[in-house]
């Protein structure tokens, strides 16, 4: 496995961050066990989980994991906070007292006394800046966080907030989780640059583009119902799954078949091969989705290869919308919003493509 540098951090993380917002609940406990013990015997040692996942289930099946396997410090545990997590004024954002509280509860959860990597879930545009890296200064020096990333954040606010860190001297960003595939290459404009510029590490989520460089959606035919990109067609996912992102998928298929691998693994190789990239995260709910995600952590794409996908789609350009949907417009319509709406509004029912 290799390891890369989180940013400009100290922090080394495995270039395959294990993702567990799906299939990772107490009632799949022994499941997630043996996943979360396969991965870090492969030499994953990144691990993703979210407060809102499940409302605090995911976070407990991982927590249990690594307390029952006695691995917890073999582990670079991140997790976030921001989003709803109850009906109160103050059970969203980043204010003092949510953060605070909300932390606290993770910890709990995930059965530690340290979060390795605390992430800021979504923008929320109430907080001001300053107390809200005033408050990760406070975790940070009280042990309970190592170090403080994004996610799904325009790259304004991230380096709004790098400035007003080194003004004040407040920890400041590692890392910035953005949707990133080779459908949407929307980040290799600003994002990208910027943050390498700066020492921020891309941590990017749908690798695999939600599945449609698994292989199984084919032009001309419906997605199969039930399926995950079905049920995002249904609120206006045409933007992600039309017929221009599944000629390209064609393609690709084309290219991981003369390479003897599959496209999902083809696919999340050139993610990973990126410059920028510190560790792609792949959501692996069963076995078999880990070990094909393990495969591609061994494929060395040619220039050819990276060639042809610049010809397919051009670097900074997309054929499926996964970038503005998930970044741009909630950031736009958060700031549309009256005053008094705007925060919760945003943060509990904004699209995720």
């Known amino acids: 496995m290799e390891y890369r540098q989180l940013g400009s951090s100290g922090l080394r993380v495995s270039k395959l961050c ?19 013990g396969a991965a870090l015997d492969s030499g994953v040692n990144f691990i993703d989980t979210a407060d809102c996942y499940g409302r605090g289930n995911s976070e407990q099946a991982v927590g249990s994991a690594l307390h029952s396997l006695g691995r917890r410090r073999e582990a670079v545990l991140a997790t976030k906070a921001g989003w709803t997590m109850g009906s109160g004024a103050n059970d969203f954002g980043y204010s003092r007292k949510h953060l605070i509280e909300a932390c606290d509860n993770s910890l709990r959860r995930l059965k530690t006394d340290y979060i390795d990597l605390y992430i800021l879930h979504v923008v929320d545009p109430t ?103 079905a049920a995002k067609k249904k609120k206006g996912g045409e933007e992600v799954y039309n017929d221009k992102a599944l000629e390209v998928v064609e393609h690709v298929s084309q290219l991981a078949k003369s390479k003897g691998v599959s496209v999902a693994e083809f696919s999340l190789a050139w ?62 319509r958060a700031y549309d919003l009256s005053a008094k709406e705007k925060a919760g509004a945003y943060i509990s029912r904004r699209p995720e493509i």
């Not at 299939?23 to 043996?34: D, H, L, N, R, V």
């Not at 309970?144 to 860190?165: A, D, E, M, Q």
């Not at 076995?287 to 060639?307: G, N, P, R, V």
């Open 271 to 332: 993610v990973m091969a990126q410059p920028g990239v510190s560790s792609a995260i792949l959501g692996a709910r069963n076995l078999e989705y880990l070990d094909s995600a393990l495969k591609a952590c061994e494929i060395t794409l040619t220039e050819e290869e990276l060639e042809a996908i610049d010809r397919l789609v051009p670097p900074g350009r997309f054929v499926s919308n996964y970038y503005d949907l998930n970044i741009y417009l909630p950031f736009r």
């Open 127 to 229: 907080t001001p800046l300053e107390e809200l890296l005033y408050t990760c200064d406070i975790l940070v020096r009280s042990g309970k966080v190592r170090y403080i990333g994004t996610s799904k954040h325009p790259v304004s606010k991230i380096l709004t907030g790098l400035f007003t860190s080194e003004k004040y001297g407040f920890p400041r960003f590692v890392s910035e989780q953005p949707p990133y595939n080779l459908l949407d290459r929307t980040p290799e404009n600003e994002l990208l640059p910027a943050c390498r510029e700066h020492g921020v590490g891309i941590t990017p989520f749908y690798p695999i583009a939600t599945g449609l460089l698994s292989g199984k959606y084919q032009k001309g035919q419906a997605p199969p119902p039930g399926s995950r990109v």
């Open 18 to 36: 294990l993702g567990t917002m799906r299939g990772f609940t107490p009632e799949k406990s022994s499941e997630a066990e043996k996943i979360i």
